[in-house]
Structure formats: structure tokens, C-alpha cells
T-cell receptor, first 113, second 114 residues
Framework: GEEVAQTPKHLVRGEGQKAKLYCAPI?????VFWYQQVLKNEFKFLIS????????ETGMPKERFSAKCLPNSPCSLEIQATKLEDSAVYFC???????????FGSGTRLTVV | AQSVTQLGSHVSVSEGALVLLRCNYS??????LFWYVQYPNQGLQLLLK??????LVKGINGFEAEFKKSETSFHLTKPSAHMSDAAEYFC????????????FGKGTRLHILP
């Protein structure tokens, strides 16, 4: 399809629980990016993929966050043992070429209580 | 490293007035530059992009931006504001010809006064 599909739209987890977010990029887009948007509206880069390969993971808190993009499956972002500060909207984006802007999904709002 | 600075976290203009949202970039190599808009509870929508072709870039919804290398600026303008333009606007930069992530500015909230 021509949109980046993110599921679920909303996710509520108790502190310490696991959260898993999904993203289906646009068909034909080989780059996938995950960003975290917190209350101040700033977009924090988490990780990027080129096809199923991690391209840049400099933004990932590695001790609790992990991500995958496997062939023929939606990409996923998993947070083990969520913390209150993980509450944010997580956006996935995809692009076909380097010079393209991203196409963003509508985000998953994670609330950790 | 690349970065963008958006001047003014909030900008208010009257309906029908000129919209000017300021963005300055820092990049050690020629950049790609983007403007995105975010409506409440939605993702980002690409307004326009500069990719080293024309320095004056026209985008959707009547917006345009001019790349000025001498001023390291990429300001967003619209001649006449509509109420529907009220949203958060993000300037963003990416290194030219690199498989880099896009770096976003902190955003400018545009308020339209009736």
C-alpha cells in the first residue's frame, strides 16, 4: 500500500511490562526509521534499517530496546521492562531513496503507568 | 554533524497574513532540507524538500521555501494564512547523498488568529 501502517494506535503497559510495536513500510521502500516523540514534541531518532539490516542504531537504549525488520513481516520495536519515561508516541517512517523525504505512519502512543 | 534551529517555538499570524517560519541549518556537507507539518494526533506530512536542484522549492498547500546557502537558511513561507494551517511545523536536515537519518528541529507551533 501507499501508507506506512503502524499498530497498535494506542498501547498501555504497567511499569516493567513488555511493549511491542509494529510497522509495515510502504512496499518498495527499503529504508525504515523509528523515532520517539515525547511531550516536548522533539523527535528522537532510535534506529534505522536498510531492508532487514540494521543501518544505524545510535539512538537505541540497547539495554531495553530492540528492533527487527524481517523479510515478509512487519518491522517491530520492542521495549522490555518499560519505564515511565518510555511514555511517548513512536513513529515509524520509510523511504525508497536517500534523497526522498520520509513517509511517516500515524504513530503508536505508548503510555506506561 | 548536521542540525537545524527553528527560531520561535510559537508563531501567531492573522488569517490572510503572510506566514514565515524560520529555519537555519548546520551541515559540514551539502544538505537535503525538508519541512514537515504535524496536525494534532497525526504523523508528519512532508510539505516540501530541497535536494540541490532549484533553490526556491514549492510544496503542498501553497507553502514554499528558499534555500540560501550564504545565510544557511531554509525559511518556510505562505503568502496568505488559512485557519487550516494551524499545526506544528518541523524543519529537518539530512546529509546529501548519504544514507543518514533525518535530523529534526524542535518544531514551531503556528497559530492562526481569526
Amino acid at each position: 500500500g501507499e501508507e506506512v501502517a503502524q499498530t497498535p494506535k494506542h498501547l498501555v503497559r504497567g511499569e516493567g511490562q513488555k511493549a511491542k510495536l509494529y510497522c509495515a513500510p510502504i512496499k518498495g521502500h527499503s529504508y525504515v526509521f523509528w523515532y520517539q516523540q515525547v511531550l516536548k514534541n522533539e523527535f528522537k531518532f532510535l534506529i534505522s534499517f536498510q531492508n532487514e539490516n540494521v543501518f544505524d542504531e545510535t539512538g537505541m537504549p540497547k539495554e531495553r530496546f530492540s528492533a527487527k525488520c524481517l523479510p515478509n513481516s512487519p518491522c517491530s520495536l520492542e521495549i522490555q521492562a518499560t519505564k515511565l519515561e518510555d511514555s511517548a508516541v513512536y513513529f515509524c517512517a520509510s523511504s525508497r531513496r536517500v534523497e526522498d523525504g520520509y513517509t511517516f505512519g500515524s504513530g503508536t502512543r505508548l503510555t506506561v503507568v | 554533524a548536521q542540525s537545524v534551529t527553528q527560531l520561535g517555538s510559537h508563531v501567531s499570524v492573522s488569517e490572510g497574513a503572510l506566514v514565515l517560519l524560520r529555519c537555519n541549518y548546520s551541515s559540514s556537507v551539502p544538505p537535503y532540507l525538508f519541512w514537515y507539518v504535524q496536525y494534532p494526533n497525526q504523523g508528519l506530512q512532508l510539505l516540501l524538500k530541497y535536494t540541490s536542484a532549484a533553490t526556491l522549492v514549492k510544496g503542498i498547500n501553497g507553502f514554499e521555501a528558499e534555500f540560501k546557502k550564504s545565510e544557511t537558511s531554509f525559511h518556510l513561507t505562505k503568502p496568505s494564512a488559512h485557519m487550516s494551517d494551524a499545526a506544528e511545523y518541523f524543519c529537518a536536515v539530512r546529509r546529501f547523498n548519504r544514507d543518514d537519518k533525518i535530523i529534526f528541529g524542535k518544531g514551531t507551533r503556528l497559530h492562526i488568529l481569526p
